[in-house]
């Protein structure tokens, strides 16, 4: 029997444009073939309907997974308004139905109403755990799920269009564990109405952007044309997932001993005294990702970067 080809240590980023009706799950499968890559993992997950940004993490780029997913994300979605579903969007089965259509004036009378820190409660159809289980297998089964509320960070929430009197877009940016499909049930609750999402894409995931998304239709042509090489020229750095975090310079000397897992001494007039967390560099080269106390940097996470 041949022995199965090993797949290669690939360290970076590729931060994928989803695209509809594709798992996370899949996506990330699909890169991995695309750049035989050991590793992969992926920086917060996508419903299948929804497009957009999954930043996916290979080889060492994993440790800093942490980091993007610690950050903000801004979200484009589209409400329609007068139907509800079980889910909060168009997946689920119709709930409910209301004849009352909101004004731009009402909606955007009580957009400030969901800025800032508030306390959303999730969605019955949501992969949070209750008892060891998650709500979304337990709703199937019919069970009646209770979810508590739970605080979250709404950034901004704009109006951006509306095409008719039944749909209206919105971008949010928010913190981490926000469902925008409970923020698009409890603005229908508000105004009077019900509402569900039936549009959903994700453009940006802490430090990564609208512009560095590559599409799978891209990546897919570039392995047809030059292979796994060809696709992995696309990625980005694994620094790339640390651009929200301080970098430290450190000598060959500090490098080594972060390397083994002991602390340097930071020295020099610009020299950090406390951080919760720096990544050092050695001429360029990621070294470590810690945590800088009193002058004193305490490696948490060290790389290796050389490729099999």
Not at 182 to 203: E, P
Request: glycine content about 10%; some cysteine.
């Amino acid at each position: 029997m041949a022995r199965r080809k090993k797949f290669d240590d690939v360290h970076g980023w590729v931060v994928l444009d989803k695209p509809l009706e594709v798992t996370s799950t899949q996506a990330v499968a699909r890169l991995k073939k695309l750049a035989h890559a050991n590793k992969c993992g992926h920086a917060g997950t996508l419903d299948p309907l929804a497009t957009g940004m999954l930043p996916i993490a290979l080889g060492e780029a994993t440790k800093t997974v942490s980091f993007v997913m610690d950050g903000t994300k801004i979200y484009r979605f589209t409400v329609r308004w007068g139907i509800q579903t079980s889910t909060d969007d168009r997946e689920g089965e119709v709930i409910a139905r209301s004849d009352v259509r909101p004004t731009r004036a009402a909606i955007e009378a009580i957009l400030p109403e969901f800025i800032g820190e508030i306390m959303q409660v999730p969605p019955k159809f949501s992969a949070i755990k209750i008892d060891g289980e998650r709500a979304y297998d337990l709703a199937r089964d019919g069970e009646e799920v209770v979810l508590e509320a739970r605080p979250i960070e709404i950034l901004g929430l704009d109006l951006v269009d509306m095409p008719d009197a039944d749909t209206t877009v919105f971008e949010c940016e928010c913190g981490k564990g926000t469902y925008v499909r409970a923020l698009a049930r409890d603005m229908g609750k508000r105004l009077g109405t019900v509402g569900h999402v039936v549009g959903l894409r994700r453009i940006v995931v802490g430090p990564f952007e609208e512009e560095d998304m590559i599409p799978l239709s891209e990546l897919e042509a570039a392995f047809e044309a030059g292979g796994s090489d060809a696709v992995r020229a696309l990625m980005s750095p694994v620094e790339a997932g640390l651009q929200e975090v301080t970098e430290v310079a450190v000598n060959r000397d500090a490098a080594a001993r972060l390397r083994r897992g002991q602390s340097v001494i930071l020295r020099g007039r610009d020299a950090i005294a406390d951080e919760d967390a720096v990544y050092a560099t050695c001429g360029g080269e990621l070294v470590a990702i810690g945590e800088v106390a009193r002058g004193e940097l305490m490696p948490r996470r060290v790389f290796m970067l050389d490729e099999a």
